[in-house]
């Protein structure tokens, strides 16, 4: 089984703070999308990014994928309270068949 | 527009029961899939389908069995339930799952109890 990292597993900040979340594997993906899951939901996706070095913005959100496709990091500037949630990477390799492997996770809580 | 409709929410069972979790999508997707999701586990796929009358597994599929009939339902089954299956379990439907980029669509989960 593939295995991506995602760190910090936990993290807890004060309203505008900036903050940055890895994700990396050992293995080349494919593709790799980034999910928000509230309590209670399904995830939802986010972005998806597919070529080397790419770099997606959503409002206060930056996406970078690395050059060599192993690792990618999602940045939030100023945080809010309502970025609070469960922030996942699940990326396909050439060997998952298609299928999605997620990171455990990073449950991020923004305090006013 | 529904999306993907899981049901029931909440089920308890005692081990040794058997139950079926439904999963129906009306968005004409031809990937289906199960996950678990266990706190510190992340998601785990159970099992997938790329299209209807085929079927195959994911990463944890002992316990589960699963059927493709119509392009719409994906309907996961438990023959013998035990307190390791004790989890939160979601469907997700793609055009394509992981080829071609395509986004999972999450159903909003059943959490699943077995005593």
């Known amino acids: 089984t593939q295995l991506l990292e995602q760190s910090p597993q936990f993290l807890s900040i004060q309203e505008g703070e900036n903050l940055t979340v890895y994700c990396n594997s050992s293995?080349?993906?494919?593709?790799l999308q980034w999910y928000r899951q509230e309590p209670g939901e399904g995830p939802v996706l986010l972005v998806t990014v597919v070529t080397g070095g790419e770099v997606k913005k959503l409002k206060r959100l930056t996406f970078q994928f690395g050059d060599a496709r192993k690792d990618s990091s999602l940045h939030i500037t100023a945080a809010q309270p309502g970025d609070t949630g469960l922030y996942l990477c699940a990326g396909a390799f050439k060997g998952s068949q298609g299928n999605l492997i997620f990171g455990k996770g990073t449950k991020l809580s923004v305090k006013p | 527009n529904a999306g993907v409709t899981q049901t029931p929410k909440f089920q308890v069972l005692k081990t040794g029961q058997s139950m079926t979790l439904q999963c129906a999508q009306d968005m004409n997707h031809e990937y289906m899939s199960w996950y678990r999701q266990d706190p510190g586990m992340g998601l785990r796929l159970i099992h997938y389908?790329?299209?209807?009358?085929?079927?195959d597994q994911g990463e944890v599929p002992n316990g589960y069995n699963v059927s493709r009939s119509t392009t719409e339902d994906f309907p996961l089954r438990l023959l013998s339930a035990a307190p390791s299956q004790t989890s939160v379990y979601f469907c997700a439907s793609s055009y394509r799952g992981g080829f071609g980029n395509s986004p999972l669509h999450f159903g909003n989960g059943t959490r699943l109890t077995v005593t």
């Open positions: 293995s080349v993906f494919s593709s």
């Open positions: 389908s790329v299209g209807a009358g085929i079927t």
